[in-house]
Each structure stands twice: as C-alpha cells, then as structure tokens.
C-alpha cells in the first residue's frame, strides 16, 4: 500500500513538472518582434524610422486598431516608402519569421507585366547581416500583382534578393500568414552564415496600395 502511495505521488511531481516544463519550452519557441501596440502622437509606430521623406511617410503609416489588435495601416501613396526597424534576434536559433498582412485596396495601375517592379503590393525584407559598409543584407520577401510565387530573384549591389511569397490582388479585406525560414533563405542566396544577431526589419507597401501588417514574430525551427 505504501510503495503505492509512494508511486503515485512520485508520478504526479513527475507529471506537474512535465507540463512546467512543456509550458516554458512553448513560450519559447516563438517571440513577437513587433505588435504595433505602441504609436508616437501622430500615429506613426514607435521604434521605426522612415528611410526617406519621413514626413510624407510618418503620414503614410500609422497605427490603428482592429478589434482587440493593433495593426499597422498603410494608406495609399504615390511612390514606394519604406520603414524600418533595428530588432535583435539569433537568426540560427530563431530561423522562422512570421507575419500578418491585409491588402485592403489597390488603385487601378498600369499592368505592365514586362516591369513587374512597378506592381508591387508589399514586401517584407529581413536583414540578417550587415555589409562592409554596414549597409543591411537583406532577403525582401514581396507581394507582387503579377509573378509565380516562389521565384528567387538575386540583388545588385544595392538592392536585396527577392523571394515571391504571394502574388495577385487577392484576397481582398482578408488577413493572410506568412511564414519563411530567413535563416535558410540566406544561406542559399548568399552562401555564408549571417552575423550572430539580426540587424532588423523592413516594411514597404507598394504605389496607390491600402495594406494592414499585423503581428511580426519569430521561431525555432
């Protein structure tokens, strides 16, 4: 009767500490980078910089509520604006990127299939390293109206490598996830390890697009 007792108690410690255990190695296993909880006085997201005109840009992002979310709405604009942010992470252990995005509206735009750059819906670049000049290696990982997802195209010496993660005008008002190994994209366009911590990440939406970004997070593998 003792050994019993003494066996039941000693699976029950072993049980509560399992799930302990199995608790932290969840909450772990992925962190959120940005949650646009925080905006400045005009709305503009708190943490980010604008990579120029930041006055028209300021104007062009700013965070808005969406039921008991927060999220970052991009209005329509005339050109590309780009926003940044320096967010630290171990790419090697933390590989996976996530993020949420909802095209809402797409002004009608010359559908030059023979300059797609020209079609850009949105994109999101992922810099895991730094050049000689410190300048951010990144992967852009981009929505385009037109081009077949999965296409790999290479940077110049200025520009990033691009990975096609969804293409066309749909869906409309509808969130969508995406999930990318940035860690393991970067090894095959640039054929080296990144640096030990992240440099950040980049945000651009395209001309006369209405978009939503949602949550942006990382995870292990």
């Known amino acids: ?18 799930d302990v255990t199995n608790g932290q ?20 997201p708190v943490g980010w910089q604008a990579s120029r005109n930041e006055s028209v840009t300021r104007t062009a992002y700013v965070v808005a509520r969406d039921g008991d979310q927060s999220v970052l709405s991009t209005k329509g604009v005339d050109a590309q604006m780009r926003i940044f942010k320096r967010m630290a992470w171990n790419p090697k252990e933390y590989p996976i990127v996530t993020w949420r995005w ?7 735009r010359g559908k030059s299939r023979v300059s ?16 000689l000049l410190v300048i951010p290696v990144s992967t852009k990982y981009v929505w385009y109206e037109y081009g077949s997802v999965g296409a790999l195209k290479e940077g110049g010496l200025f520009g990033a490598a691009e990975v096609v993660v969804r293409s066309g005008e749909q869906p ?8 990318v190994n ?3 994209d970067f090894l095959k366009i640039h054929n080296h390890e990144p640096a030990p911590t992240a440099w950040g990440v980049s945000l651009v939406t395209g001309p006369g697009v209405e ?4 949550r942006i997070a990382i995870a292990k593998q």
């Open 182 to 184: 940035a860690y393991a």
């Open 116 to 131: 797609p750059e020209m079609q850009i819906i949105a994109a999101v670049f992922i810099s895991l390293d730094t050049d």
């Open 25 to 44: 190695s969840a909450s772990t296993s992925l962190q959120v980078l940005e949650d646009f909880s925080r905006a400045e006085q005009d709305g503009f």
């Open 172 to 179: 409309i008002g509808q969130w969508v996830d995406e999930r």
């Open 102 to 108: 909802r095209l809402s509206k797409i002004a009608l």
């Open 211 to 214: 978009l939503d970004f949602g």
């Open 1 to 18: 009767m003792q050994l019993t007792r003494t066996f039941l108690i000693f699976l029950s410690v072993f049980l509560i500490n399992g």
